[in-house]
């Protein structure tokens, strides 16, 4: 369900779960897991909290996508490979780990570089919960290019600051795709 909210809807949403006081959502819940030794606190106003807490909205709302295309990818597993480990006298763990994981291995390359690429276009929450506060403590790239071009008017800085963020994100995905290499499926 995260995933096909838009993010602008969560992000008011978890404003409101990141409300400061006791009334706060997450700071009654931690005030009750502490058995009442948790001191509310402004979870989007300290420096220290918010770019956490806005990490921690991202990861929830991500991993319904990432889940989706892990499980399309366990799916994919044929079940002899498993058949063949148990006549083996493979235990659980081992099939996990001789089966499972090197079957996924380009799943897992794929989530991980989707993942990374996603990770870097963070606006939205920055936007609607903090507007890169407090003291830029969750200010972007992003934010500061959709800033210097929108707020500033300044056009041409916001271009070349998008050029060089893909230039370093390229930079990255390349170096993540020589890292850890495909494996290629024989037909």
Known sequence: MPVVFPMSLVAVIWTVIYAPGTNGM??????????????PRDFL?????ALPSIMLLSLWQGVGFQMVIML????????????????????VWNQFRFVTLPQLRNTLIFVMLVTSILSFRLFDQVQIMTQGGPNDATTTVMYEVVKAAFEQQKMAKGAAMTV????????????????????????
């Open 72 to 91: 399309a990818g366990l799916q994919a597993i044929p079940s002899t490979l498993y058949e063949a480990a148990a006549i083996d006298g493979s235990n």
């Open 164 to 187: 060089i963020f893909f230039i370093i994100v390229l930079a990255i995905t390349i170096a993540q795709r020589v890292w850890v290499k495909e494996e290629q499926v024989m037909d």
């Open 26 to 39: 997450m700071n009654a819940f931690l005030d009750f897991v502490t058995f009442g030794l948790w001191a």
């Open 45 to 49: 106003r300290d420096p220290i909290f």
